[in-house]
């Protein structure tokens, strides 16, 4: 059972990457994923979560309207896409996946099952 985050890189503001949350091991199909990012000397932070239908919660202001996330259940991989990128979304972005995830415990990380191991975004200035 294995998740795997890809697509982070190296891009100027106001650009965007996408990052995948790949799943090997287990179907994708009826978890919540979770998006974290956690940047030099501070504390992981949610970003969003799309739950197993594809409704999606923000966990930070910062992002909205900048951050959508979808799933393709065939490929068994979720999406993370970023768009017009700040220096300050600069961090490691994990996934995580959730099989009992709900409103209350949506931004709570160990609510989580199963993590990625993260991929490095950063966006220079």
């Known amino acids: 059972v294995q998740l795997q985050a890809s697509g982070g890189g190296l891009v100027q503001a106001g650009g965007s990457l996408r990052l995948s949350c790949a799943a090997s091991?287990?179907?994708?199909?009826?978890?919540?994923i979770g998006w974290f990012r956690q940047a030099p000397g501070k504390e992981r932070e949610g970003v969003l979560c799309?739950?197993?239908?594809?409704?999606?919660?923000y966990f930070a202001d910062s992002v909205k309207g900048r951050f959508t996330s979808s799933r393709d259940n065939a490929k068994n991989t979720v999406y993370l896409q970023m768009n017009n990128l700040k220096p300050e979304d600069t961090a490691v972005y994990f996934c995580?996946?959730?099989?009992?995830?709900?409103?209350?415990?949506?931004?709570?990380?160990?609510?989580?099952?199963?993590w990625g191991q993260g991929t490095q975004v950063t966006v220079s200035s």
């Open positions: 995580a996946a959730g099989a009992r995830i709900i409103l209350s415990s949506v931004r709570v990380a160990a609510a989580y099952d199963y």
């Open positions: 091991g287990f179907t994708l199909d009826h978890y919540a």
């Open positions: 799309i739950s197993s239908r594809g409704g999606t919660t």
